[in-house]
Protein backbone atom coordinates (compact mmCIF):
# COMPACT_ATOMS: atom_id res chain seq x y z
CA UNK A 1 0.00 0.00 0.00
CA UNK A 2 1.34 3.20 -1.02
CA UNK A 3 2.32 6.22 1.62
CA UNK A 4 -0.60 8.83 1.65
CA UNK A 5 0.64 12.65 1.01
CA UNK A 6 -0.14 15.97 3.14
CA UNK A 7 -1.29 18.65 1.64
CA UNK A 8 -1.34 21.65 4.30
CA UNK A 9 -4.33 24.35 3.19
CA UNK A 10 -2.85 27.83 4.41
CA UNK A 11 -6.21 29.93 4.22
CA UNK A 12 -6.73 30.21 7.61
CA UNK A 13 -3.10 31.98 8.22
CA UNK A 14 -4.93 34.86 5.72
CA UNK A 15 -8.17 34.93 7.49
CA UNK A 16 -6.00 35.83 10.85
CA UNK A 17 -4.66 38.52 8.03
CA UNK A 18 -7.55 39.63 6.74
CA UNK A 19 -9.52 40.15 10.10
CA UNK A 20 -7.13 43.24 10.87
CA UNK A 21 -6.38 44.10 7.09
CA UNK A 22 -2.85 44.01 7.19
CA UNK A 23 0.23 42.13 5.83
CA UNK A 24 0.62 39.68 8.22
CA UNK A 25 0.74 36.72 8.79
CA UNK A 26 1.53 35.96 5.41
CA UNK A 27 0.08 32.49 3.88
CA UNK A 28 3.02 32.85 1.48
CA UNK A 29 5.43 32.52 4.50
CA UNK A 30 3.49 29.62 5.85
CA UNK A 31 3.40 27.87 2.93
CA UNK A 32 7.04 27.96 2.85
CA UNK A 33 7.28 26.76 6.07
CA UNK A 34 5.02 23.59 5.41
CA UNK A 35 6.97 22.81 2.63
CA UNK A 36 10.13 22.86 4.36
CA UNK A 37 8.50 20.60 7.30
CA UNK A 38 7.63 17.93 4.66
CA UNK A 39 4.06 18.79 3.29
CA UNK A 40 3.57 17.66 -0.26
CA UNK A 41 1.02 20.25 -1.39
CA UNK A 42 -0.34 23.57 -0.77
CA UNK A 43 -3.99 24.39 -0.86
CA UNK A 44 -5.82 27.57 -1.17
CA UNK A 45 -9.06 28.18 -2.09
CA UNK A 46 -9.78 31.18 -3.75
CA UNK A 47 -13.40 32.38 -2.92
CA UNK A 48 -15.61 34.49 -4.70
CA UNK A 49 -15.71 36.55 -1.68
CA UNK A 50 -12.27 36.81 -1.03
CA UNK A 51 -12.78 36.03 2.70
CA UNK A 52 -9.19 34.96 3.07
CA UNK A 53 -7.06 33.96 0.62
CA UNK A 54 -6.25 37.02 -2.06
CA UNK A 55 -5.79 37.30 -6.11
CA UNK A 56 -2.01 38.43 -5.34
CA UNK A 57 -1.30 35.52 -2.49
CA UNK A 58 -1.66 32.92 -5.34
CA UNK A 59 -0.23 34.32 -7.81
CA UNK A 60 2.71 34.41 -5.65
CA UNK A 61 2.45 30.52 -4.66
CA UNK A 62 2.02 30.07 -8.02
CA UNK A 63 6.18 31.61 -8.59
CA UNK A 64 7.61 30.56 -5.21
CA UNK A 65 6.53 27.10 -3.57
CA UNK A 66 8.54 23.70 -4.46
CA UNK A 67 5.96 21.18 -4.47
CA UNK A 68 2.57 21.71 -5.89
CA UNK A 69 -0.23 24.14 -6.15
CA UNK A 70 -3.60 23.12 -5.28
CA UNK A 71 -6.16 25.78 -6.17
CA UNK A 72 -9.80 25.18 -4.20
CA UNK A 73 -12.37 27.06 -5.91
CA UNK A 74 -16.46 27.31 -7.45
CA UNK A 75 -17.08 26.23 -10.80
CA UNK A 76 -17.66 29.74 -12.10
CA UNK A 77 -16.21 31.27 -15.43
CA UNK A 78 -14.27 34.06 -13.37
CA UNK A 79 -12.67 31.44 -11.42
CA UNK A 80 -11.85 28.80 -14.12
CA UNK A 81 -10.13 32.08 -15.99
CA UNK A 82 -7.84 32.66 -13.26
CA UNK A 83 -7.17 28.96 -12.95
CA UNK A 84 -6.43 29.24 -16.80
CA UNK A 85 -3.87 32.15 -15.99
CA UNK A 86 -2.21 31.45 -12.89
CA UNK A 87 -2.10 27.36 -14.16
CA UNK A 88 -2.34 25.80 -10.95
CA UNK A 89 -1.08 21.75 -10.83
CA UNK A 90 -4.44 20.97 -9.92
CA UNK A 91 -7.74 22.52 -9.26
CA UNK A 92 -10.38 21.12 -6.84
CA UNK A 93 -14.10 22.08 -7.46
CA UNK A 94 -15.79 23.31 -4.28
CA UNK A 95 -19.47 24.15 -3.89
CA UNK A 96 -19.21 28.06 -2.43
CA UNK A 97 -21.75 30.02 -0.80
CA UNK A 98 -21.28 33.76 0.32
CA UNK A 99 -22.78 33.54 3.58
CA UNK A 100 -20.65 29.91 4.95
CA UNK A 101 -17.14 30.60 6.93
CA UNK A 102 -16.03 27.55 5.29
CA UNK A 103 -17.05 24.90 2.29
CA UNK A 104 -20.14 22.56 4.07
CA UNK A 105 -20.82 19.78 2.34
CA UNK A 106 -19.56 18.33 -0.89
CA UNK A 107 -20.62 19.35 -4.02
CA UNK A 108 -23.95 18.30 -6.18
CA UNK A 109 -22.24 16.87 -9.56
CA UNK A 110 -25.34 15.22 -10.35
CA UNK A 111 -27.59 18.65 -10.26
CA UNK A 112 -24.79 20.52 -11.43
CA UNK A 113 -23.14 17.76 -14.36
CA UNK A 114 -23.46 20.16 -17.68
CA UNK A 115 -21.62 22.97 -15.55
CA UNK A 116 -19.18 21.09 -14.02
CA UNK A 117 -18.21 19.51 -16.84
CA UNK A 118 -18.15 22.54 -19.01
CA UNK A 119 -15.63 23.70 -16.24
CA UNK A 120 -13.53 20.19 -15.99
CA UNK A 121 -13.21 20.37 -20.06
CA UNK A 122 -11.91 23.77 -19.63
CA UNK A 123 -9.47 23.30 -17.00
CA UNK A 124 -7.79 20.00 -18.68
CA UNK A 125 -7.95 20.96 -21.79
CA UNK A 126 -5.33 23.97 -20.37
CA UNK A 127 -3.40 21.28 -18.87
CA UNK A 128 -5.01 21.15 -15.18
CA UNK A 129 -5.93 18.13 -13.03
CA UNK A 130 -9.37 18.30 -12.00
CA UNK A 131 -10.57 17.09 -9.07
CA UNK A 132 -14.21 17.42 -7.29
CA UNK A 133 -14.69 17.76 -3.62
CA UNK A 134 -18.06 15.40 -3.23
CA UNK A 135 -19.90 13.44 -0.36
CA UNK A 136 -18.81 10.09 0.00
CA UNK A 137 -22.02 9.02 -2.17
CA UNK A 138 -21.99 6.75 -4.59
CA UNK A 139 -24.20 8.90 -7.00
CA UNK A 140 -21.49 11.82 -6.73
CA UNK A 141 -18.57 9.44 -7.38
CA UNK A 142 -20.29 8.15 -10.70
CA UNK A 143 -21.41 11.32 -12.05
CA UNK A 144 -17.18 12.75 -11.35
CA UNK A 145 -16.34 10.14 -13.42
CA UNK A 146 -18.58 10.88 -15.97
CA UNK A 147 -18.25 14.85 -16.22
CA UNK A 148 -14.58 13.78 -17.33
CA UNK A 149 -12.93 14.60 -13.38
CA UNK A 150 -9.20 13.32 -12.81
CA UNK A 151 -10.49 12.45 -9.20
CA UNK A 152 -12.69 13.44 -6.18
CA UNK A 153 -11.81 14.93 -3.04
CA UNK A 154 -14.07 12.81 -0.09
CA UNK A 155 -16.03 15.25 2.44
CA UNK A 156 -14.24 13.57 5.62
CA UNK A 157 -17.20 16.17 7.43
CA UNK A 158 -20.08 14.10 8.89
CA UNK A 159 -17.60 11.34 10.01
CA UNK A 160 -15.20 14.58 12.00
CA UNK A 161 -18.51 15.78 13.68
CA UNK A 162 -19.79 12.12 14.29
CA UNK A 163 -20.84 11.94 18.36
CA UNK A 164 -21.16 8.40 18.92
CA UNK A 165 -18.22 5.64 17.83
CA UNK A 166 -21.16 4.03 16.50
CA UNK A 167 -22.19 6.90 14.10
CA UNK A 168 -18.46 7.44 13.45
CA UNK A 169 -17.80 3.58 12.37
CA UNK A 170 -20.85 4.29 10.28
CA UNK A 171 -19.53 7.43 8.02
CA UNK A 172 -16.27 5.85 7.66
CA UNK A 173 -17.69 2.69 6.26
CA UNK A 174 -19.26 5.02 3.57
CA UNK A 175 -15.74 6.70 3.18
CA UNK A 176 -14.10 3.04 2.59
CA UNK A 177 -17.07 2.52 0.34
CA UNK A 178 -16.35 5.78 -1.66
CA UNK A 179 -12.80 4.70 -1.78
CA UNK A 180 -13.43 1.51 -3.11
CA UNK A 181 -15.98 3.01 -6.12
CA UNK A 182 -13.58 6.10 -7.00
CA UNK A 183 -10.67 3.49 -7.26
CA UNK A 184 -12.76 1.48 -9.84
CA UNK A 185 -13.45 4.00 -11.52
CA UNK A 186 -9.93 4.90 -12.23
CA UNK A 187 -10.21 8.42 -10.12
CA UNK A 188 -7.40 9.90 -7.94
CA UNK A 189 -8.92 10.19 -4.16
CA UNK A 190 -8.12 12.57 -2.05
CA UNK A 191 -9.76 13.60 1.49
CA UNK A 192 -10.35 16.39 3.85
CA UNK A 193 -12.91 18.61 5.79
CA UNK A 194 -12.50 18.72 9.65
CA UNK A 195 -9.84 16.24 10.16
CA UNK A 196 -7.75 16.71 12.65
CA UNK A 197 -4.45 15.16 14.63
CA UNK A 198 -6.99 12.77 16.92
CA UNK A 199 -9.60 11.66 14.28
CA UNK A 200 -7.14 11.72 11.20
CA UNK A 201 -5.74 7.88 11.77
CA UNK A 202 -8.68 5.96 11.03
CA UNK A 203 -9.30 7.40 8.62
CA UNK A 204 -5.63 6.55 7.07
CA UNK A 205 -6.06 3.10 8.17
CA UNK A 206 -8.91 2.89 5.56
CA UNK A 207 -5.84 2.84 2.58
CA UNK A 208 -6.46 3.98 -0.51
CA UNK A 209 -6.61 7.56 -0.25
CA UNK A 210 -3.68 9.29 -2.26
CA UNK A 211 -3.40 12.80 -0.24
CA UNK A 212 -5.30 14.39 2.98
CA UNK A 213 -5.63 18.19 2.77
CA UNK A 214 -5.76 19.59 6.04
CA UNK A 215 -5.81 23.18 7.33
CA UNK A 216 -7.81 24.50 10.00
CA UNK A 217 -6.11 22.16 12.51
CA UNK A 218 -2.65 22.19 11.67
CA UNK A 219 -2.64 26.39 11.56
CA UNK A 220 -4.61 25.74 14.62
CA UNK A 221 -1.75 24.00 16.50
CA UNK A 222 1.06 26.04 14.53
CA UNK A 223 -0.02 29.17 16.24
CA UNK A 224 0.66 27.10 19.43
CA UNK A 225 4.01 25.38 18.93
CA UNK A 226 4.95 26.55 15.75
CA UNK A 227 4.19 25.82 11.48
CA UNK A 228 6.90 23.39 10.96
CA UNK A 229 5.97 21.41 14.24
CA UNK A 230 2.71 21.27 13.45
CA UNK A 231 3.33 19.85 9.64
CA UNK A 232 5.87 17.35 10.73
CA UNK A 233 3.58 15.89 13.10
CA UNK A 234 0.49 16.13 10.95
CA UNK A 235 2.41 14.57 8.02
CA UNK A 236 3.67 11.67 10.58
CA UNK A 237 -0.01 10.81 10.85
CA UNK A 238 -1.04 10.94 7.37
CA UNK A 239 2.03 8.44 6.24
CA UNK A 240 1.16 6.11 9.10
CA UNK A 241 3.22 6.82 11.65
Known sequence: MSVAKLGVNVDHVATVRQARGISEPDPVTAAALAELAGADSITVHLREDRWHIQDRDVEILRRTIKTRLNLEMAATDEMVGIALKIQPDAVTLVPEKREELTTEGGLDVSLHRNLIKKQTD?????GILVSLFVDPDLEQIRMSHRVGADGIEIHTGSYCEARSA???RAELDKIETAIRAARKLGLGVNAG??????????????????????GHSIVSRAVLVGMERAVREMAALVRGG
Open 166 to 168: ELR
Open 122 to 126: LLRQG
Open 193 to 214: HGLNYQNIRDVVSLGGIEEFNI
